[in-house]
């Protein structure tokens, strides 16, 4: 079963999620977003011909968004859970993000189900078109930086600990370690608070993230996911094994 659940998943990220586009070509007023896409605990049953129906448009409605400058990154989650992948939207306003994630064949069949964030405040520039030469895909250590025990942001000392959170992000992105990392603001409700996508292994990443001052500190929890995208989307990660 295992081995089924990682042939499937392959077969859809080199398909569907090897995609990105330019950052830079999108409107002024637009933002990042970044949706979590999950499996539902009730997700309908297909059949192989169904089930290769709804991917072929799953795909085609990934190239639509990618021809139309909406889709910068997507990729899939490669650990066995209710999380299936991710998109990286380009977009007005966190409602237009979900609406364009809502376009997916496959969450208004009800087999997945996506929950938007954000903004998230990354920088657009480290997002990169892979061209069409680009080809394969690379793995990545896609963090969830969650709400912690000690996330208080009304303690005195709150912000005095999140504004040395960017001087870690500087040094592991400075050591080749992180590709992309941002929070999401501190006015959005919900225990997720940022993401940070690591360039090593998961192992080598968990031990990393403890040395975030946020994370010393009990203010964030990391929840670690092997993750795959496609080469050329971000700065290299990890040969795919």
């Not at 309908?44 to 910068?72: F, T, V, Y």
């Not at 500087?170 to 959005?188: D, H, N, R, V, Y």
């Not at 929890?221 to 700065?235: Q, S, Y």
Request: charged share 20%.
């Amino acid at each position: 079963m295992r081995k089924l659940f990682f042939a499937v998943v392959l077969r859809c990220s080199f398909l569907a999620f090897a995609v990105s586009a330019f950052a830079q070509t999108q409107p002024q007023q637009s933002a990042v977003f970044f949706v979590l896409l999950k499996r539902p605990v009730n997700a309908p049953q297909l059949s192989k011909e169904e089930g290769e129906k709804l991917q072929d448009e799953h795909m085609a409605n990934i190239g639509k968004l990618r021809a139309e400058h909406k889709l910068l990154i997507a990729g899939p989650f490669v650990d066995d859970t209710s999380l299936r992948g991710i998109f990286v939207l380009q977009a007005d306003s966190l409602t237009d993000a979900q609406e364009l994630a809502n376009t997916d064949p496959a969450i208004k069949a009800g087999r997945l189900a996506a929950e938007s964030h954000g903004p998230w405040l990354v920088d657009p520039n480290v997002i990169h078109d892979p061209g069409e030469e680009a080809r394969g895909m690379e793995q990545y250590t896609l963090v969830l930086m969650q709400r912690g025990e000690k996330w208080n942001p009304g303690a005195p000392e709150f912000m005095d600990v999140i504004k040395q959170h960017p001087a870690f992000v500087k040094e592991m992105t400075e050591q080749g370690k992180m590709a992309i990392a941002g929070p999401f603001p501190l006015s959005e409700p919900g225990d997720l608070r940022g993401i940070a996508i690591f360039r090593v292994g998961a192992e080598q990443a968990a031990k990393l993230v403890q040395e975030d001052s946020t994370v010393k500190a009990g203010l964030l929890k990391p929840e670690i996911h092997p993750w795959i995208t496609g080469k050329g989307v971000l700065t290299p990660g990890q040969p795919m094994q």
